[in-house]
Structure formats: C-alpha cells, structure tokens
C-alpha cells in the first residue's frame, strides 16, 4: 500500500505539472511575467532562480499539486494598473491584467488543453500496448488482439436480491452454478432461464466469495422478476498503431460524454439530498483503484492516469468560482460588461468556491474510508 500511495502522489503531481505547463508555456508566449513555477505544495525544499528570466522554480515538501504564479493573476495588480492608468501612470505591460482578454483566456484555458492532449497520448499509446474495454458482440475487431478474458459485474441494481448479498459493482464472475463461463451472453442467458443460482465471485482486493441460493425477485419498475445484476464481458484489447487512430478519439469521446454524465449524476443527487452517488471516489479511492490497476498491469495503469488526467480536464473547466472554467466565465462577464469585475466580488466568489470544493474534498475523503477502509 505504501507504494500504491507513493505511485498516485507521483501521477498526481505530475498531471498537475502537465496542467500548470500549460499556463506556464502560454504567459510566457504573451509577454506575461512567471514569477514562480512550483511542483508539489507546502514548504519549498529546492528551489533555483533564473539570472535570464529571474523565474523561481521550487519543488515543494508535499507532492500533491503545483502552480504557475503568473504576476497580477491574483487581480491585485489589474486594479492596481487600473487605477494608475486613470491616473495617467505608465503601467508595466507584463502583468496578467496588462493583456487582451482573448489572451487571458487562452492561457487559463492551457492546462485544460494540455491535460486533456496529454490523455489522448496516453489513450493511443494504451490502444496500442492493450487497454481494458467491454467487448461488443456485434463489433468488428479487425483483428485486433484480446487477452485477459473475465465477466465484470458492470452494476448492482439498489433494493435487489444481488445487492442484499452484497454483490457490488466491481466484482468479476468467475463461474455459475460450478461451471466457468467467459462469454457474457451466455451467462445472461443462463441467468434469464434460472430462477435461482448459486456465484462464485472475486471482489477487488483479489478476494473469492461464494453467494449461494441466490433467487429471483420481481421487480415493479421492469416488471419482471430480476437477480439485479449487469454483466459485461472485458477484456484487454490490443490495436495496430493505425487501427488506434480513429479508435483513440472514439475512446476519449465516450470517456468525456460518461464524465459530463457522472458529473450530471453527482449534482443531481446533491441538490435533491440524495447525497453523493456511489461511484464518486476521491483521492482514498483513486489511491485503492489504482493499487488494483497496478496488479493488473501497465495497460490498466495507463488507463487509469488517463481517466485522472480527463478528469482533471474536465473538472477545471466547470464554470464555477475558484477553477479555471470559473476565471472565464468572469473573463466573459468583463467582456459583456466592457469592463472587470470588481475586485473584491472576484476574491470573495472565488474563496467561497474554493471553500466549497474542500468541503466536497472532505466529504468524499469520509465516503472513502467507508468504501474502502472499513468495509
């Protein structure tokens, strides 16, 4: 576990590197002036000052995050030059509010960009070496390659005879009613002419658990009578670098649409106090997911970073106070208005919304140690 732990902080890290380059690369292309580029947070443990740009570059005692502080990115600066230039004084020109807001955009929309190409990378190159992926029956694979075959219970319908045996989304199927079945198809059909079935099952931490007498139970949303389980047949599947091209952006599509989704999920059962959905994880459970991933190979471990570097992506989009998605929206509000936004507006909305994703952080941190921890 040490290492698991050691192994996330590290992609972590670097995924936020990545996502901060991003903003790094685009203040220095527009004459903005970068007076810090950090990795990690906390106490400064290295740090070395460039005699050519006098840039600080640190790295930091706890390696988790990192920033690009870019001068007048904060907005004291903008309204300082604002109310110099009402005054008549020269302003420098290298400050984060000293630019056309076009180009604030672009750098605060960068490291989005470049977590966002940086998973497509990974995505080609897992395409390539194998990447896990439900197997469709009626796709042509074009002969690409399959290896590590296994039946995944995809979901748990809540309230169902499979949730009251504590089958959970996550398991794998390793054989009904004594008899190994590795085709998905079979073992639904299996499951729809039975009326009762007895499972052997391995949960993610490797663990087997038999479920015996597990009866059908009937259901008044699908009128019928269910066990509560969905099956998918995964395995890891290998394409030639040609095949992976037109796969690799199908493949981030559909993880984008099932994240925006997943985000969807997540505010709708806040706000209706549903409370959180069960498949959102925070750093306990991205630490566990990835440990698993880590037992199965590289192929799942490139798989993973790729989903925590959408996921960032996506997340800092969001047009919410404190994330860059939220910087510009304020930047398209300066814009309508033909003016900024004032300045202590910005540092309250944008301290209230970092408050908010803490407390969210803290939250799901709890979740987790239920989930994972103590279960």
């Known amino acids: 576990m040490f290492l698991t732990i050691i192994v996330v902080l590290l992609i972590i ?37 460039s005699k050519k740009t006098g840039i600080l570059y640190s790295i930091r005692c706890i390696l988790v995050g990192g920033f690009c502080k870019i001068k007048g990115e904060d907005g004291e600066q903008e309204e300082k030059e604002r109310k110099n230039t009402e005054e008549g ?63 995944l219970i995809r979901s748990v319908l809540p309230d169902s005879a499979a949730f009251r045996a504590g089958i959970k989304s996550g398991d794998d199927l390793i054989s009904i009613n004594g008899q190994k079945i590795v085709k998905a198809d079979l073992i639904n059909q299996t499951l729809q002419n039975s009326n009762g079935v007895n499972l052997l099952l391995k949960d993610s ?23 509560g389980i969905d099956l998918a047949q995964i395995a890891v599947i290998s394409y030639n670098p040609l095949q992976a091209i037109p796969k690799t952006f199908q493949t981030t599509g559909l993880f984008i649409v099932e994240m925006f989704k997943g985000l969807g999920s997540m505010m709708g059962s806040i706000f209706s106090g549903h409370g959180l959905p069960e498949g959102l994880s925070g750093p306990i459970g991205i630490t566990f997911i990835t440990g698993e991933a880590m037992k199965q190979g590289i192929s ?48 309250i909305a944008n301290g209230i919304g970092f408050l908010l994703l803490m407390l969210l952080l803290v939250v799901v941190t709890f979740k987790d140690v239920g989930s994972y921890i103590l279960k």
């Open 205 to 227: 931490s490797g663990k087997e658990k038999q479920i015996i007498g597990l009866n059908k139970e009937f259901n008044k949303d699908l009128n019928k009578e269910i066990f």
């Open 89 to 151: 004084i020269k302003i420098d020109n290298d400050s984060f509010g000293s630019k056309k807001i076009w180009q604030r955009a672009v750098v605060l929309s960068a490291g989005v960009l470049m977590n966002l190409i940086f998973a497509v990378v990974l995505i080609y190159i897992g395409l390539i070496v194998g990447m896990p992926d439900v197997i469709n029956p009626n796709q042509n694979y074009n002969g690409a390659k399959f290896s590590n075959e296994r039946i």
């Open 13 to 49: 890290s670097f995924l936020v590197t990545i996502h901060e380059l991003g903003h790094y690369a685009t203040a220095r292309k527009f004459g903005m002036k970068v007076e810090e580029f950090a990795i990690g947070m906390g106490p400064i443990i290295f740090k070395y000052t």
């Open 300 to 347: 799942y471990v490139l798989y993973i970073i790729a989903q925590i570097s959408l996921n960032l992506a996506i997340i800092n989009i969001i047009p919410f106070p404190a994330l860059d998605g939220g910087r510009l929206l304020f930047l398209a509000i300066e814009k309508i208005k033909g003016g900024p936004l004032n300045e202590k507006f910005e540092l």
